[in-house]
């Protein structure tokens, strides 16, 4: 099969690394995927490596140029997207997150033979207007979990898988990156992976934290923030203002991230609402215990989950019950292969052979 990916960037959000995941992996698969990213390319290295590895698998990257953020730089991004579709004679033509949505739609209009369009909602809060449906008519939805969908009409769910591989590391390995880090010895360290928006709650995360430290007696508290995004400098001047400097380290996006989890002591999401999380079952994956708000989309995934446990969402008191439960509970490599069984459907080649199966069926 001829398909394109569609997304706005290569940043570090679950919905871009399931696309470029999905795209490597059908391209070992013998099709012939593109990457067509509405965006300029900008000259962050985390975007650089994830350039760089999928070219490495033989991946065309495409950029229609878009300045990130404007709202009116459209017409040459669009008319970039038309010639694109032309000219490479897709099949398929998957999108992921709204604008991706409107930009395939919109594009659409402007050709003769249209390819089949498909598009993966990968937020339970992401809504269409009247203008966004008429855009997608004849367009296939595709949901990531179950609690992420809507009332529409013709829509299936596939369910995001991760390509995760748990990183053996040795006594002294572990030493050394927490070195790297500032990690004191025997310090209880918690990480959340993510973009820095305000769905993921960090500013109760942190509010979190601050009543962890004073509670966690003989032990000291690191919080690890993996993710850049629009809250960082509001995060930064909370950090402050609770005095958790010496606490709280915002990483930005990581490369690294399987090791960070095999230092952490436990992982933390206090998301307000999700679609189906990729840093949550890579936490999965890697036995780290885990601690979740009692949302939905956290409650679906994760109920039957080894190691796990929830909050109530945005109640501080719960929320350090329920850490309190995971200072001292079960080891990374017990987790790890008690979690096997349940996590077999969230490998990433369960996720592409639905996907493939999909494309199929649409195209038939």
């Given amino acids: 099969m001829r398909i394109a990916q569609v997304l706005c960037s290569l940043t570090s959000g679950g919905a871009e690394k399931l696309a470029s995941d999905l795209t490597v992996k059908l391209i070992e698969k013998g099709h012939k995927v593109d990457i067509i990213l509405i965006d300029e390319f900008n000259d962050s290295d985390f975007e650089a490596t994830a350039k760089e590895r999928l070219i490495q698998a033989g991946v065309k990257v495409y950029s229609l140029g878009r300045k990130p953020g404007s709202k009116y730089n459209i017409v040459r991004p669009l008319a970039n997207l038309v010639d694109l579709m032309q000219n490479n004679k897709y099949e398929i033509i998957h999108s992921h997150l709204k604008l991706s949505h409107k930009f395939v739609g919109l594009a659409e209009k402007f050709l003769l033979r249209k390819p089949k369009h498909i598009s993966t909602i990968h937020n339970s809060t992401e809504s269409w207007s009247f203008l966004d449906m008429a855009l997608a008519r004849g367009c296939k939805i595709v949901f990531c979990s179950k609690a992420s969908t809507k009332p529409i009409k013709d829509f299936c769910v596939i369910e995001n898988g991760v390509d995760f591989i748990r990183p053996v590391l040795t006594d002294s390995e572990k030493y050394k990156l927490c070195m790297d880090l500032g990690i004191p010895p025997n310090a209880f360290t918690i990480i959340s ?101 009692d949302i939905p989309e956290h409650l679906a995934v994760a109920e039957n989950i080894p190691g796990c446990e929830f909050f109530i969402r945005n109640n501080s008191r719960s929320f350090l019950e329920q850490i309190s439960v995971l200072v001292d509970g079960d080891s990374e490599k017990e987790l790890a292969l008690e979690r096997q069984a349940y996590l077999q459907k969230y490998r990433i080649s369960e996720c592409v052979l639905k996907y493939e199966r999909f494309y199929n069926e649409v195209l038939s």
């Fill in 193 to 293: 992976v993510g973009n820095l928006r305000a769905q993921k709650n960090y500013t109760f995360a942190l509010n979190g934290i601050a009543l962890l430290k004073k509670h966690l007696v003989g032990r000291k508290v690191q919080y690890l923030i993996c993710g850049d995004g629009p809250e960082k400098d509001n995060l930064q001047k909370i950090i402050t203002d609770l005095n958790l400097a010496d606490t709280v380290q915002l990483l930005g996006s990581r490369s690294d991230v399987p090791k960070l989890l095999a230092i952490s002591d436990c992982f933390l999401s206090t998301s307000s609402h999700e679609g189906l999380p990729l840093s949550v079952l890579e936490a999965f994956f890697s036995g780290v215990p885990c601690l979740l708000s």
